[in-house]
């Protein structure tokens, strides 16, 4: 098992940034490849980021060269930076975790859910 608690969100002007934090519990965190996905108002959950085990990372399209995933494994921590924001990216930022297919841009491929945060970026 494995209990994921986003915080980091919050409302910043467009051009501006945050961090988003993903707390994990559980020994084996190492373990899982871990995910970011987001849902705005009136659409589906789409994939931003994941990053593996191994450090290995796979971005969408709409966020490469803005956003940025990283890990700390001793802290059982992932990270989202975001940069550039732009209104488009107001969402709520889920956190996930996998133990199968690391590195997936499909939701149900990960085993695990956090309540996410909010991101709302003004113009």
């Known amino acids: 098992q494995v209990q994921l608690v986003e915080s980091g969100g919050g409302l910043v002007q467009a051009g501006g940034s945050l961090r988003l934090v993903c707390a994990a519990s559980g020994r084996t965190f190492s373990h899982y490849g871990m995910g970011w996905f987001r849902r705005a108002p009136g659409k589906e959950r789409e994939f931003v980021a994941a990053i593996g085990t191994s450090g290995g990372t796979n971005y969408a399209d709409s966020v490469k060269g803005r956003f940025t995933i990283s890990r700390d494994n001793a802290r059982n921590t992932v990270y989202l930076q975001l940069s550039s924001l732009e209104p488009e990216d107001t969402a709520v930022y889920y956190c996930?975790?996998?133990?199968?297919?690391?590195?997936?841009?499909?939701?149900?491929?990960?085993?695990?859910w956090g309540q996410g945060t909010q991101v709302t970026v003004s113009s």
């Open positions: 996930a975790a996998t133990g199968s297919y690391q590195l997936s841009r499909t939701a149900g491929w990960y085993d695990y």
